[in-house]
């Protein structure tokens, strides 16, 4: 079983439309990241977050800790957000495993039709 | 404005050749990582180096070394490449530990023939 369960793998949308990304994860963490990657591979961090909420233009994420699951909101989706959605945690410090190293899901990918 | 740049974009190489990706980045970061990103599969770390000639084995490392003898630079080395490494190779660097934001250079896309 991964570690980090994204849901959905795919996701089509129509532009207008709110968007929601799960991330489910089973080990002690001490944050969880939300990266996107655009078509031609640069990633880049959206968020970084170990308790509640955080806001940034029309993205909101959101965790609970005691659920272990995060989700990732796109509000009045648009076709420049298609991208692949990337879920990521660090693990807490008593996890065995890469040192150093984030624990990834396979990403969602979003496409946003016009 | 962090930057990490990889060498190349798009590479192309021919079994058993000997292939080397390099990253640079800007910021002094402690901690730099090559990984790889294969479809269904998401992104997989091959070796992390967290200070000048120090590196750790990630998830897989067979069939690749790594060598940081510079801070701002991380080299991946393919020794004999192999169809099977065929893949997008992402470098990334981050000043400290894993609640750090990681940043990540724009990948390079190896095809070995």
């Known amino acids: 079983k991964n570690e980090v369960e994204q849901s959905p793998q795919n996701l089509t949308a129509q532009e207008g439309e709110f968007i929601t990304i799960n991330c489910s994860y089973s080990v002690g963490i001490s944050a969880l990241h939300w990266l996107q990657q655009h078509p031609g591979g640069g990633i880049v961090s959206l968020f970084m977050?170990?308790?509640g909420k955080k806001k940034h233009g029309r993205l909101i994420a959101t965790i609970n800790i005691q659920e272990k699951h995060s989700s990732l909101h796109i509000t009045a989706s648009h076709p420049r957000d298609s991208a692949v959605y990337i879920c990521?945690?660090?693990?807490?410090?008593?996890?065995?495993?890469?040192?150093?190293?984030?624990?990834f899901g396979k990403g969602t990918k979003l496409s946003v039709k016009p | 404005d962090v930057k990490v740049t990889q060498s190349s974009r798009y590479l192309v190489k021919r079994t058993g050749e000997k292939v080397f990706l390099e990253c640079v980045q800007d910021?002094?970061?402690?901690?730099m990582f090559w990984y790889r990103q294969d479809p269904g599969l998401g992104l997989r770390l091959i070796y992390f180096?967290?200070?000048?000639?120090?590196?750790e084995k990630g998830d897989i490392p067979e069939g690749y070394s790594v060598s940081r003898e510079k801070k701002e630079r991380f080299s991946l080395i393919l020794e004999s490449a192999s169809t099977n490494q065929t893949s997008m190779y992402l470098c990334a660097s981050r000043a400290g530990g894993t609640t750090d934001t990681q940043y990540f250079g724009p990948g390079t896309r190896l095809t070995v023939l």
């Open positions: 990521a945690v660090s693990p807490a410090m008593n996890y065995g495993g890469s040192q150093g190293n984030l624990i």
């Open positions: 180096s967290y200070d000048v000639k120090m590196k």
């Open positions: 910021m002094d970061h402690e901690n």
């Open positions: 977050l170990s308790s």
